[in-house]
């Protein structure tokens, strides 16, 4: 049986009382699935773990918020998602967005760039809330698949350019990926061998897990194995730098200490934030439902990362989102419900209380190794080699997005995504296709003459079908197209007829662009006549004053009638 499919069909009375989505999903709960969720827990909690302290670096925090931010968010997530199998954590990409956007903030202040990192995660839950209560699940599909494809690709190469001075065991610098990236090849000749021979070892143990080993918590292992040989060997003496001291223990949770001249200064990065971390858990959830069956919750999804977010920055933690790789490690280790994200959060709770001091001698060359391997899992190759193939536009649109990236950093790179994704919707939408069409041979249908050459043009007849809503910033450029083809006839035919059934909204805008095609043709001798147009699209044509003009427009009369009544008009058989 799927739990997922025992949701709910049917939102409850209260809204409040339906955003409590485990209320629906936990009274279908069966015992056959808890070793499912108990396993699931303890290995997505070994994939947490290595993966929460790598980020923290990124994110350029402690190691031990990532551990907070895993842990409270894990407590309260599974509460509120729809979705069965995401896992929520910290990721590569929003911890480097984080990392180098606050450090101008900070001003060097540790402790205010953890403020900081807090009060950002904060209000990513506060526009979380206000996306759910206004509804706005559909909002994230405005962020194009090849805009993430691009902007994921740049973050790689950019967050690859901040690990591989540590791999290589000398250190790094600031600036935008072309800085890090010429300082990195310029001083390769201070490497350290011990350095890069413990980050070596650590990438080839990961590479194994990832391709030959997978269902082995290598990560985990790799970050055991480097603690242990650290504490058998001086590292330090030989210039090989230590993740350091990593607190014991929970800290008290609070609101941050900043003023609120931050939070606008800090707004921007949470809604980027918030923006790649909302499009991230829609696209789990959807890959699941898609998978498993069930309905994923846009809406209901934002109310989780609210939720989740919330927790992370009161318990000094930084923003999280439903992370890819771990909710597929999470699915593959056998999670039936969101119990297995509840479960893997208890472990890193203990981890937290009794083992992190452990982990100060965790060489620093191998973590930078658990960085770049997660590196992999970003860069897609074949993403844009699909985009090349399918659409040149949207390969340049992915290129945009990474060139943004590495040109002008993680904050602007998003945004710019965001920007050119906006951009190519409107650009799409101001061009609908108009269709010219013909009659089906042996058919009183009617299909693009373009697509089907077979199709028989109808003499002395002109149809139109406009592929989209007639709006203010799209009907000039269809009645345009009209009167391009009108005129580039031999001679000007009788009739235009107007197929609005492909248009399923029409402003006033769009009711006069029809109204000034009709006085346009009429200049030329040619008549206009509009069928099948909707509901709605009749009322605002006849509100203004088009129908008087065009002889009635219906819900009875079709393209074929309209057709037949013409012929019989000209005696064409």
Known sequence: ???????????????????????????????????????????????????????????????????????????????????????????????????????????????????????????????????????????????????????????????????????????????????????????????????????????????????????????????????????????????????????????????????????????????????????ETAAIGRMFSAKYGGRLDSNQEFLALAAANLASGLGRGFPVSGGMSQSLVNEGAGARTPLSGLFAALIVLIVTLFLSASLRTLPQPVLAAVVLVAVTGLFKVSALKELWQASRGEFVVAMCALLGVLGSGLLRGVLLGAVISLVQLLRRASRPHVAFLGRIPGTRRFSDLARHEDNQPVPDALIFRVEASLLYFNADHACDAVIERVKSEARPPGLVLGDLSASPYCDIHGAKALADLQEKLAALGVRLQIVEARSSVRDMLRRCGLEARVGGINRVTSVADAVEDFQRERGIK
């Not at 061998?193 to 080839?204: E, P, W």
């Not at 970050?223 to 330090?236: L, P, Q, S, T, Y």
């Not at 707004?267 to 499009?279: K, R």
């Open 1 to 279: 049986m799927n739990p997922q499919a025992q949701q709910p069909s049917s939102p409850p009375a209260s809204r409040f009382a339906g955003a409590l989505a485990a209320l629906g999903w936990l009274r279908g709960y069966e015992i056959g699935w808890l070793r499912g969720d108990v396993v699931a827990g303890i290995t997505l909690a070994a994939y947490l773990l290595p993966s929460a302290i790598a980020d923290s670096s990124l994110a350029g925090l402690p190691p031990e918020a990532g551990l907070y931010a895993c842990l409270f968010s894990g407590l309260v997530f599974w509460f509120f998602c729809s979705s069965q199998r995401t896992a929520i954590t910290v990721t590569s990409a929003i911890s480097l967005l984080l990392g180098s956007s606050l450090g101008a903030l900070a001003g060097g202040d540790t402790s205010r760039f953890g403020a900081l990192a807090a009060a950002t995660t904060l209000l990513v839950a506060a526009i979380g809330f206000v996306a759910w209560l206004a509804k706005a699940g559909s909002v994230i599909n405005f962020v194009s698949e090849s805009v993430m494809v691009g902007f994921k690709a740049g973050v790689a190469l950019y967050l690859a350019s901040t690990q591989l001075p540590k791999f290589f065991g000398f250190k790094g610098t600031h600036g935008d990926f072309w800085e890090r990236s010429g300082y990195f090849i310029e001083h390769l000749g201070e490497r350290n061998s011990t350095a890069l021979a413990l980050g070596f070892g650590a990438l080839v143990l990961l590479l194994v897990g990832k391709f030959w080993l997978k269902r082995v918590p290598m990560g985990l292992l790799v970050i055991v194995a480097g603690v242990v040989v650290a504490a058998r060997g001086d590292f330090e003496a030989r210039g090989v730098q230590m993740l350091g001291a990593v607190p014991q223990g929970l800290p008290v949770p609070g609101l941050p200490a900043i003023g609120w001249q931050d939070l606008n200064e800090l707004l921007p990065l949470a809604l980027a934030c918030f923006m790649l971390g909302a499009v």
